[in-house]
């Protein structure tokens, strides 16, 4: 069974960046492909980036060029670098292994002046 536990989130102001880690635990972490996901109230979940196992990164274009997915094999842990962050970035997100279909509990950001 796959878990994954998100970490991170905040409250920050526009302009200002955030790191989120998504630590995993019950799969082979560095053969599976992990993402990051965001909602919010009212609105369908929606994708916000990607990273394979070899390292191809895939983003929605409201975040290119802001945010980063990366990953650390040996810590279990995918990353999501978030510069530039704006009110609209305010979300939940969440963390998601494609292949099991696992999902984290989740973790707010908010952009506010």
């Known amino acids: 069974q796959v878990q994954l536990v998100e970490s991170g989130g905040g409250l920050v102001q526009p302009g200002e960046s955030l790191r989120l880690s998504c630590i995993a635990s019950?799969?082979?972490?560095?053969?599976?492909?992990m993402a990051w996901y965001r909602q919010t109230p009212g609105k369908q979940r929606e994708f916000v980036a990607r990273?394979?196992?070899?390292?191809?990164?895939l983003y929605a274009d409201s975040v290119k060029g802001r945010f980063t997915i990366s990953r650390d094999n040996a810590k279990n842990t995918v990353y999501l670098q978030m510069n530039s962050l704006k009110p609209e970035d305010t979300a939940v997100y969440y963390c998601?292994?494609?292949?099991?279909?696992?999902w984290g509990q989740g973790t707010q950001v908010t952009v506010s002046s």
């Open positions: 990273i394979t196992s070899g390292y191809s990164t």
């Open positions: 998601n292994q494609p292949r099991s279909g696992s």
């Open positions: 019950g799969s082979i972490f560095s053969s599976n492909s």
